[in-house]
């Protein structure tokens, strides 16, 4: 493990982060109220001591992220706050394990999603436009023409070594130590938790997940003849240490073989572990002996810059298995993700070659290339912005037409919004009636193995804000309201 201070001294935040962090704080603190107008551009400069055009930086990333907004002719002004919903209420699962059955469910709502007609605000998919399209065409010429056995061969199971180390090297900008003789290389991060699942787990042990928990991990859990258990898990604060704890002492805890969650804007909720509650469950995990398969898929996309420590850097035991992958940050149709073993690589290795042999060696030659020129870490500024934007504007649409009592997430990174209704609203007759009207979201029961929160919905805000997406939120708050 690299020396965290040194990597955290080497890799200051730029000025104009530091500044722009500043006046957040200051706006958070409510020493800088809604209305307020701030220091002009040669003030600030001459207050900070930087140049204008650091000035400019801080006031613009501040923009991005919706807090402050530019009037003509005046200057720049702290946003007024909309009047903010209550945040979604903590779950109470069943305390026992079950069977999943919801495949069926899944494969008739995320199909819909996939007509060219639809509003698409259910796949967890970001716009197009996002992306570095262009960028990314030049880098895979480049390695068609430099490597072009790539096109016909398999390549190593492990993955290409150039793109494991670049992998490496990026998390060990950030303060999280990977070696990359432990990487392995997938077909995306569903391929990488089916395998590490598969690994540590037989059929009819228990999973513990988060609940509501992604789609994906029941999925993989039914597919897998073994049992899932929902652990009551808060919307700031994440799944419930307390509560993980007490099921593991319990009768029935000792069939529990992993504990699999997002520890960073979690899907759905947008909930972050606190770096200390992610050591505690790390040490609980060790103590009970169980693997704790980590999800990183959206680590990456936190709307302040600020990149969470994933649990994976706190482990000095090989305990975590951290899986992740490109497909929400960068190129969704690459498919190349990553898991990170731990005392498990060799099986998660073993059971790659039954899988899927290999990769797309050509993708990885690809984006090796692209992480190596520092393409990818310039990207992220430009998409985190993004996201923050798009958030803040679904939420402000939905806290405004939805209707009373309605409860809406918050999440400090990633697209993803949990709505929870009036206790009388049922989100899958809602789905039926928006389906009709050419919107697709993905209701409730979808993220329960008992297909609770029936009166909840998961929306997409990986979409530039637009008239087609306003309307489709304004109809969807009329539909809720029925």
Not at 77 to 105: D, E, K, N, T, Y
Request: proline letters at 5%; glycine letters at 8%; aromatic letters at 6%.
């Amino acid at each position: 493990m690299a020396n965290l201070s040194r990597v955290e001294g080497a890799k200051r935040p730029p000025r104009y982060q530091r500044i722009a962090e500043d006046i957040m704080a200051a706006i958070e603190s409510g020493a800088l109220a809604g209305g307020t107008r701030l220091p002009s551009v040669r003030t600030l400069a001459r207050q900070r001591r930087v140049s204008a055009v650091t000035a400019v930086a801080a006031l613009h990333q501040l923009e991005q992220r919706g807090v402050i907004e530019s009037r003509p002719q005046s200057g720049f002004f702290v946003r007024r706050a909309a009047p903010r919903s209550a945040l979604p209420q903590a779950s109470r699962p069943p305390r026992v394990a079950q069977a999943v059955s919801i495949s069926g469910l899944v494969a008739m709502l995320v199909d819909e999603n996939a007509r060219a007609d639809v509003v698409s605000l259910g796949a967890a998919i970001p716009a197009a436009q996002w992306f570095p399209t262009r960028t990314l065409q030049r880098h895979l010429a480049a390695a068609v023409r430099q490597h072009p056995q790539s096109t016909h061969g398999y390549g190593p199971v492990m993955g290409l070594e150039s793109l494991r180390q670049q992998i490496a090297r990026h998390y060990a900008a950030f303060g999280c130590s990977l070696d990359d003789r432990e990487l392995l290389i997938t077909n995306g991060c569903m391929e990488a938790l089916h395998l590490a699942i598969r690994a540590v787990a037989q059929p009819g042990d228990t999973i513990a997940v988060e609940s509501p928990a992604y789609f994906g991990f029941l999925q993989i859990i039914e597919g897998a003849g073994m049992k899932a258990l929902e652990i009551a898990t808060d919307p700031v604060q994440g799944l419930s240490i307390e509560a993980l704890a007490q099921a593991l002492d319990s009768r029935s805890g000792q069939r529990i073989r992993a504990c699999v969650l997002v520890s960073s804007y979690s899907n759905p909720l947008g909930a972050t572990l606190p770096p200390e509650r992610k050591r505690m469950l790390l040490e609980l995990c060790r103590r009970h002996d169980i693997a704790l398969i980590e999800d990183d898929l959206y680590g990456e996309l936190g709307h302040s810059g600020t990149r969470p420590l994933p649990i994976k850097s706190f482990d000095r035991s090989g305990q975590v298995i951290l899986c992740s992958s490109f497909s929400k940050s960068l190129s969704p149709g690459a498919r190349i993700g990553w898991v990170a073993g731990g005392r498990w690589t060799d099986a998660i290795r073993q059971r790659k070659y039954v899988s899927s042999v290999a990769t797309s060696a050509l993708w990885q030659d690809a984006l090796a290339s692209f992480v190596a020129a520092g393409a990818y870490s310039r990207h992220l500024r430009r998409i985190r912005a993004a996201c923050a934007e798009s958030v803040r504007r679904f939420s402000a649409a939905i806290e405004s037409g939805f209707p009373e009592g309605t409860r809406v997430s918050r999440p400090e990174g990633g697209y993803i919004l949990w709505v929870q209704l009036p206790e009388h609203a049922d989100s899958l007759a809602m789905h039926r009636r928006a389906r009709s009207e050419g919107i697709h979201f993905l209701p409730g029961p979808l993220f329960s193995a008992n297909e609770q929160y029936g009166n909840c919905l998961r929306l997409s805000c990986g979409h530039a804000w637009d008239a087609r997406m306003e309307d489709a939120v304004r109809r969807l708050g009329k539909l809720a309201h029925r």
